[in-house]
């Protein structure tokens, strides 16, 4: 069966990227669990369990069937007559010790050995340079998107023959319509006068005793008693006040009210704020 | 023969571009820490620039060698020039990417530079600066507002995403489009017009703003000039060292409110401290916005 060579080039990255993803869920989740066993002993060994959850995870995927979990999951390999033994094993250097022996340098030198610090950093910025430089070439080439990859000669291939990619754009567009009424909520709602939206309700669903009351007395005298409450708090008023229709209530929330909302009515007897406003007991 | 009939739809043209900011922002990333290596002291300078330098090479290099980028094979779309007829000139594309990535720090250093002359120029009158400076401050605000616009005209009529590729008339188009799934575009049409709300509420909004604070400073120079007159009348006195201060604001006391356990603190720092919690600053008893007293002729 003849291989299939052409792989875009979107893929190959997002298999690089997925790989990263997944292998951060699996280290963190392992290393979070074995941190609630003794955290003084598991700072005393961090880079040696790395070490060996980087080298299970190499091994389960790469070394048993030729290809990453990201590639898996996007039905890519690495091409399996070019993966060799030798080069496996080169992989392996190249991918999984270097973080090693970084953890080890910082953690295990008592010390100090300047030389292999300024080696240590050296290589790493070599490498960082060097793998942006490779990204621009993969861009071109659309082969080998990873420095390691580059250096190994190694190529991906597809196990699956030229079969698009499905993207799910009804995801995207369920997505982006929720965003949209969330910004226009977000935008709408502080402007929204929710006490005279209140009042309004309320009037309709009592419109037939507000009318009613309105036939009695025009002003009534408040009394003031010890066990009195204001009628919106419930609680003994501060500077009582009214409105002319008998019942007190505080400074503050007669007035705040009034303020906000200018056809507030009493809630106790649907009574309407006189014109000359509202006054002291 | 032309490609009109294959011309890609929004969502194809918005996730090829959501991909491609993804793509972007990894390789941001990468030359910051690049830029990191040379020092602090440039990271510190110069980060700003990573971003933008990523973008413009990115989409550069896929410009200059006739590649698509990753976004746009990710949704087997492709870019042509305005007549669907072939791919744009790579003078086109350049200034298409320019304008699309550089474009807002472009036009903001441009407004820059007119402020700085509206301010240092005497040739104009200096009654007619502050007009002036207003004029610009509104306008450095509107590419917001032009492109959120622009976006709506976008999601009802899937023509352009990108204000930069309308200014150079570059299309996309579906390079298989017998193969692309048929999908209803009902939901952009109600996007479409969400956006358009949201941008219509907002510029309600933010006119309102505009006119009430008008009228607070009218009211505010009446007041003044009520004020200066007064003040011409008696004669100043000098700040008392004895005079409370609010705990609050570490400031003379302005409208003291007492509450009900005997604390005295300014009536609107009080208040915006009870918008938070329910309690006494001081001594965190209970207390209520309504609990609260005005002191009337109180020092």
């Known amino acids: ?281 | 023969m032309d490609f009109r009939n294959a011309r890609a739809r929004q969502p194809e043209i918005v996730r090829s571009v959501q991909k491609d900011a993804r793509y972007t922002n990894e390789l941001a990333e990468d030359l910051s820490d690049v830029l990191r290596l040379t020092g602090p002291r440039n990271w510190i300078k110069y980060n700003q620039m990573c971003r933008l330098l990523a973008e413009l090479s990115y989409h550069g290099f896929a410009s200059a060698n006739n590649l698509q980028t990753l976004g746009e094979e990710y949704t087997g779309i492709i870019q042509v020039d305005g007549n669907y007829k072939q791919i744009p000139s790579r003078l086109l594309q350049l200034i298409a990417i320019v304008l699309e990535f550089g474009g807002d720090s472009l036009f903001q250093r441009l407004m820059q530079k007119l402020d700085t002359y509206v301010a240092n120029n005497d040739e104009i009158r200096t009654e007619i600066k502050p007009q002036l400076k207003k004029i610009i401050q509104r306008l450095r605000q509107s590419p917001s507002y032009v492109k959120a616009l622009h976006k709506s005209l976008f999601y009802l009529d899937a023509s352009k995403y990108q204000l930069s590729k309308r200014t150079t008339g570059i299309n996309y188009v579906l390079i298989r489009h017998w193969l692309q799934p048929e999908f209803s575009l009902y939901g952009y049409k109600i996007l479409g017009v969400i956006t358009f709300l949201q941008v219509s509420v907002s510029l309600a909004i933010s006119g309102w703003d505009a006119w009430r604070e008008h009228k607070r400073q009218q009211l505010e120079s009446i007041k003044q000039a009520g004020k200066n007159f007064l003040q011409r009348s008696s004669s100043t006195k000098d700040v008392d060292p004895n005079t409370p201060q609010c705990i609050l604001c570490l400031e003379p006391r302005s409208d003291s409110s007492l509450t009900p356990c005997g604390h005295i603190f300014c009536w609107s720092c009080l208040l915006e401290w009870l918008e938070e919690r329910d309690e006494c600053p001081l001594c965190r008893e209970s207390l209520k916005k309504s609990q609260v007293i005005l002191l009337q002729n109180y020092a």
Request: proline content about 4%.
């Open chain 1, 1 to 281: 069966m003849e291989k299939n060579k052409y792989v875009p080039r979107v893929n190959q990255i997002d298999a690089i990227y997925l790989n990263k993803d997944i292998a951060r869920l699996i280290r963190d989740n392992l290393l979070e669990n074995l941190q609630a066993i003794s955290p003084v002993l598991f700072i005393k060994i961090q880079p040696e369990l790395d070490l060996i959850i980087q080298s299970a995870i190499w091994f389960g995927s790469v070394g048993k069937r030729c290809s990453t979990f990201g590639q898996q999951l996007l039905v890519l390999a690495y091409d399996a007559e070019k993966l060799t033994v030798s080069r496996l094993v080169l992989h392996f250097i190249l991918t999984v010790l270097p973080g090693y022996v970084k953890s080890w340098e910082e953690r295990r030198l008592t010390r100090r050995v300047e030389w292999f610090s300024e080696a240590i950093m050296w290589v790493e910025n070599s490498a960082l340079i060097l793998n942006i430089l490779n990204y621009f070439r993969f861009l071109k080439t659309g082969r080998k998107p990873t420095l390691v990859d580059y250096l190994l000669g190694l190529d991906y291939i597809s196990l699956r023959n030229n079969q698009r990619r499905d993207i799910g754009y009804k995801y995207l567009t369920r997505e982006l319509l929720w965003g949209g009424f969330m910004e226009i909520l977000g935008l709408v709602l502080p402007i929204i006068n929710f006490r005279k939206l209140q009042r309004v309700l309320k009037s309709w669903t009592f419109s037939g005793r507000r009318l009613e009351d309105r036939d009695g007395p025009a002003f009534l005298a408040p009394q003031m008693t010890l066990s009195t409450t204001c009628t919106f708090c419930g609680e003994r008023p501060t500077l009582p006040h009214h409105m002319g229709c008998g019942h007190i209530y505080c400074y503050y929330c007669l007035n705040a009210n009034v303020l906000t909302d200018a056809s507030f009515c009493c809630p106790n007897c649907g009574s309407a704020c006189p014109e000359s406003g509202i006054q002291s007991v």
